[in-house]
Nanobody, 119 residues
Framework: QVLLQESGPGLLKPSQTLSLTCTVS??????????WSWIRQAPGKGLEWIGL???????DYSPSLKSRASISRDASKNQFTLQLRSVTVADTAVYYC???????????WGQGTQVTVSS
């Protein structure tokens, strides 16, 4: 069974940088044809895809967040991370990490972590 666990600070002030880590067990983030995403859901809104890192290390971002987001990984720890710079109240959301395969979109999810941006 593949398990994903998000971790990071739950409360930030505007203009700070959000840093989240997803720790994966039950699979390697370098397994062929695996894609590791960050997704968020703001209060009262739908799911928003932030970006993903391929098993190969290639990274894709949502155009709307590309200027502020950075995704990286530490294969030795089987973790991948999200940094989101210059956060605002609009970045308040539950953040999820997920695993996808070409034939199974986002088949495994972390439990999600609440991030609140408030002055």
């Amino acid at each position: 069974q593949v398990l994903l666990q998000e971790s990071g600070p739950g409360l930030l002030k505007p203009s700070q940088t959000l840093s989240l880590t997803c720790t994966v067990s039950g699979d390697s983030i370098t397994t062929d044809l695996t894609y590791w995403s960050w997704i968020r859901q703001a209060p009262g809104k739908g799911l928003e895809w932030i970006g993903l890192i391929h098993y190969s290390g290639t990274i894709d971002y949502s155009p709307s967040l590309k200027s502020r987001a950075s995704i990286s990984r530490d294969a030795s720890k089987n973790q991948f991370t999200l940094q989101l710079r210059s956060v605002t109240v609009a970045d308040t959301a539950v953040y999820y990490c997920t695993r996808a395969r070409p034939w199974a979109l986002c088949e495994f999810w972390g439990q999600g972590t609440q991030v609140t941006v408030s002055s």
